[in-house]
Structure formats: C-alpha cells, structure tokens
C-alpha cells in the first residue's frame, strides 16, 4: 500500500519548522529554524518579529524538508499546519502557506492544535503505544494533565491556573541574568546546586486537584533574588537554580502520578519543552517504577517545538477524514479537543 507522506508546518511561536513524515513515524526530514538569537537580546519572544522572521523563513524551510526527504510535491499526500494556540500573526504565517499549497496542489489540508501536536511526538518514536495514557504536557505557554481515551480522544484533568511551568522557568533565569531561554540553562546551572539550599513553595492547591499554580514560587524566587540585591549579599547561582527547579518538578511529578492512580493508567507521557528537563524526567522515572508506572518521552529535538509532531498528529487526523476547509482560520485560543472546523 502507498505510504501517507505528510508535509507538516509548524509557526506558533518561534520556530519556523517543516517536515516531511511517512505513516506518522518515518520521518523523513524536520527542519527547525530557531528564531532564538533573534529574541534573546529581547529575553522572550517578541510577536510582531516573530511573525516577520517566519514570512522571510517559511518558503525556503519547506525546501528544504522536501529536498532532505528526497520527495518532491507530487509526492505527498496531505499538509497538515499548527493552526492554534499560539501567537496569532506567528500561526497565521503557517495557515497561509499550508492553504495556499492545499489549494494549489489539490492537497487535503488538516488543521493541527499545537498541544495536541506535542503530545504526538511521542507516537513518532512509539507508534506502538497502547491507549488509555496520561500525558503531562509542559511548555513555555501550558501546563496540561490530559488523560488520552484513544487517538483525537482528548480530556483535560489538570492545567496550570496562571503561569506555564516553561514561563515561570524562562522569568526566573532572565531576573538571575541567565538569557533566553531559561529551561535548558537552570537545568545546566542545577546540576551543581544543592535543591535543599532555598526552601521555596510547593503549590498542590486545594485536596486532590490536579490544578497546578507556578505564579507563588515565580515570585518567590524573585523576591528571593531582589533581598539579596538589596542586601549586597552573594548568591549562590546553582543552588537556586536546584531548590527552584526542585520545586517545579516536586509538583509536576507527584501530580503526573496522582492523575495516573487516579484514572488506573500505566504509562505517563512527557511532551513540551519542559520535557527535556533532566531532574523531571530522573524524578519522574525512579517514583513511576515503583509504583509499576512506565514513562516515556520523546528525544529532546522533538520535545520542543518542531513540525514533525505536527505532520505525526496530522496523519492520524488524515486517516479520520479529518480534513479542513480552505476557509481555515488561526485559533489563538485553540482549546485542545475543540477543533474549530
Ligand atoms: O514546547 P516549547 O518549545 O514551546 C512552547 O510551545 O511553549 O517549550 C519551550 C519552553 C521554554 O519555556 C523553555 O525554557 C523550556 O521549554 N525548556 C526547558 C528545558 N528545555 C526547554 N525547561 C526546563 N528544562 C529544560 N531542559
Ligand atoms: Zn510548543
């Protein structure tokens, strides 16, 4: 049987990214151009850039996915676009190009939501895995608990009720002089620190919600850091660097793992930038076993954004018929499950 070769596109935020996948787990090629230098002498993303730098990139990026996956238009079978959530003028940029190349080519069209794509780069090195999972979703802008009933089987028990864990990572290590992002350097910075040298607190909210809030401990640490400024003393870098990320990853995993006792699932996914995090997927692997809970995480170059994810979740909403109009609309907001076409 011919393969389903998928063109995906992925602009939501700072990534102009394209990729060509076969099945939904052969990928042929998946072209990332980061826009971070860009930012970080702004120490975040700034839209109206973003937005620019992907119109000049966005062309010649989906080139290249084509030319490194050795096929040619004719060879594919459907484009599937991050159409939501995101920066709207970023996602826009992505929508556009997709419809204009549905439209031209006589292509199906499919419209992606970016979390759902995330939670996708798990099936691209596991297209094995067995329903139902619970997957921990963690990124610059969400912090989800989804329980997954079956593929496009979607439902929240659990999100953040202010700050992303991602955000509260990236803030902390702009105000410690870190740069841009702050994940991937805390985490550098940590395994240095000692993680009981601050005591910061642990939000778990009321009873047994899954709910998670990172806006205390964000303003924790900062206020943390402005004492210090104010009292002349020395920080120790590392150390906080270790208590603060302790402090995410204390409540990301005992929630990951309540969600999963509570709705009987043995497998916990990890998806989203935050997912590379080295203590939260060493923390998260040593308590699942022992409690017969398996954990899998896609490598780090698919956990952040990228268009692979997007043409994985493409397939399987391809297979299902799930085509979108050409009328396909960005979706800042885009709620996961809530697909508006
Ligand atoms: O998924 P992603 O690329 O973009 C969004 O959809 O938001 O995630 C980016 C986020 C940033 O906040 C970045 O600081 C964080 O992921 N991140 C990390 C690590 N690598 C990336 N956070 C903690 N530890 C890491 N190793
Ligand atoms: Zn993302």
Redesign the pocket.
């Known amino acids: 049987m011919r393969e389903n070769i998928i063109l995906g596109i992925e602009t939501s935020?700072d990534e102009t990214s394209a990729a060509v996948v076969a099945d939904g787990k052969k990928i042929m090629s998946n072209i990332i151009a980061s826009q971070i230098p860009v930012h970080r002498k702004f120490g975040g993303v700034v839209p109206e850039i973003a937005s620019r730098k992907h119109v000049e990139l966005i062309s010649s990026v989906i080139g290249e996915a084509l030319e490194e996956a050795g096929v040619t238009f004719q060879d594919i079978s459907a484009v599937a676009v991050t159409y939501g959530p995101g920066l709207v003028g970023a996602l826009l940029v992505g929508v556009s190009s997709a419809k204009a190349l549905a439209y031209s080519l006589e292509l199906p069209l499919v419209g992606v939501n970016?979390i759902e794509s995330?939670i996708y780069a798990n099936f691209l090195a596991n297209p094995a895995l067995r329903f139902p999972l619970i997957c921990l979703v963690v990124?610059?802008?969400h912090t989800d608990l989804v329980y997954l009933e079956g593929h496009g089987k979607f439902s929240l028990v659990g999100r953040t009720r202010d700050d992303a864990a991602?955000?509260a990572?990236?803030k902390v290590a702009r105000a410690m002089g870190l740069g841009y992002?702050?994940?991937?350097l805390?985490?550098r910075l940590a395994v240095d620190g000692d993680p009981k040298a601050v005591a910061f607190p642990r939000a778990y909210l009321e009873g047994d919600s899954l709910d998670f809030s990172f806006s205390g401990l964000k303003s924790s640490a900062l206020n943390y850091l402005n004492k210090a400024v104010m009292k002349g003393d020395d920080i120790n870098k590392a150390d906080l660097a270790a208590s603060f990320q302790q402090a995410i990853v204390d409540v990301l995993v005992d929630k990951a793992l309540a969600a999963a006792v509570r709705v009987d699932v043995k497998t916990i996914l990890l998806a989203?930038?935050?997912a590379?995090?080295?203590r939260l997927r060493k923390e998260l692997d040593v308590k699942a076993a022992n409690r017969g809970i398996r954990i899998v995480y896609p490598p780090p170059v698919l956990?952040?954004?990228n268009a692979a994810m997007v043409a994985c979740a493409g397939y399987y909403k391809y297979i299902r018929g799930e085509v979108a109009p050409l009328s396909l609309n960005a979706v800042a907001g885009l709620k996961l499950g809530a697909d508006r076409y």
């Open positions: 935020c970016h995330h990124s610059g802008g991602g955000e990572f990236d992002p702050g994940g991937p805390i985490d989203g930038g935050v590379s995090n080295s956990c952040t954004d």
